[in-house]
């Protein structure tokens, strides 16, 4: 099973775009983006170059690919049929994206906030337009294509129990005994179904986004981002290979934070451009440098 990291926190840009190849050409949340604010400044030309440099690399892989995977209908996961400067998307590059490909995509319209609903419909609305009809309703179903498992999880909260900010769905790929879990913002994970799913999946690669510790104080209690270390940390004793990025990424303290969790786990812990073997490149993490 080859595993590419596309785009990533530790790449410089919002996302977790990850390809696999098995039998299958496969491409797992097809999506890359930067904040339009953060520390109150726009984002430096670094990250825009990061950005277009990410967009690119996504869609050169969307063109191998025959099969994408959608967790959420937030924007760093999947590419919208729309102008947008943050995303570098476009009509083009979705047409490019998903013309004549198999969609494994969450539910459009059950456990999903108000948000993510009206940006599904208009998702297969303009599926629709384009012709594509080879799409499947993923939550809770598994797929076998060619000799490649796919198993896909009920819907889970982005982030902790009764979060507000809707549901996602992991997508775990089974081929020649091998196993892959893509697990897309459960931060951390924060929650114990989350936990609880991915220790019984046993993966031997697991791919999650970490707690959004830039966010503690705000909308995120100290006991959030306990409670999720301390759930990795348990991962990572079980899992031989944990790869953790994203949210937990944006915050320079991230590094503090992998270090706790590589010491009490002893496992194997790192992020997603160390799977290239790259040195992590944040940008959004360190946006205040660019400006004093």
């Known amino acids: 099973m080859n595993v590419i990291p596309l785009a990533f926190e530790s790449m410089g840009v919002r996302s977790m775009a990850t390809y696999i190849e098995t039998d299958q050409k496969i491409l ?12 109150g400044f726009p984002p430096w030309k670094d990250e825009f170059d990061a950005l277009h440099e990410t967009r690119a690399r996504v869609q050169e892989y969307a063109k191998k690919a025959d099969i994408l995977t959608i967790s959420h209908y937030h924007h760093d996961h999947f590419t919208p049929f729309s102008l947008g400067r943050y995303l570098d998307s476009s009509p083009e590059y979705a047409q490019q994206m998903y013309r004549n490909k198999k969609l494994f995509i969450k539910h459009p319209t059950e456990n999903i906030n108000k948000n993510q609903q009206k940006r599904a419909r208009d998702f297969l609305k303009n ?3 384009l012709g594509t009809r080879d799409i499947h309703y993923a939550d809770g179903n598994s797929f076998k294509v060619g000799d490649t498992l796919f198993k896909f999880s009920n819907a889970l909260p982005h982030g902790a129990e009764g979060s507000r900010v809707g549901f996602v769905i992991t997508a775990t790929i089974e081929w020649e005994g091998q196993k892959l879990m893509h697990a897309s913002d459960v931060q951390g994970p924060m929650g114990d179904g989350a936990r609880e799913l991915i220790l019984n999946e046993n993966p031997d690669t697991l791919i999650l986004s970490g707690p959004p510790i830039y966010l503690e104080g705000f909308i995120l209690e100290k006991r959030d981002v306990v409670r999720a270390q301390k759930n990795l940390i348990e991962i990572a004793r079980k899992i031989p290979r944990v790869v953790v990025d994203h ?14 969790v590589k010491e009490e786990s002893k496992g194997e812990v790192l992020v997603a451009s160390e799977l290239l073997g790259k040195e992590p490149y944040l940008l959004e993490a360190r946006r205040k ?3 004093f």
């Not at 797992?28 to 520390?39: C, E, M, N």
């Not at 949210?247 to 706790?260: G, P, S």
């Open 127 to 129: 599926l629709k337009r």
């Open 28 to 39: 797992v949340d097809p999506g890359t983006s930067i904040a339009p604010k953060r520390f």
């Open 247 to 260: 949210h937990l990424l944006r915050d320079l303290r991230c590094f503090d934070f992998i270090k706790t």
């Open 289 to 291: 440098e660019f400006y």
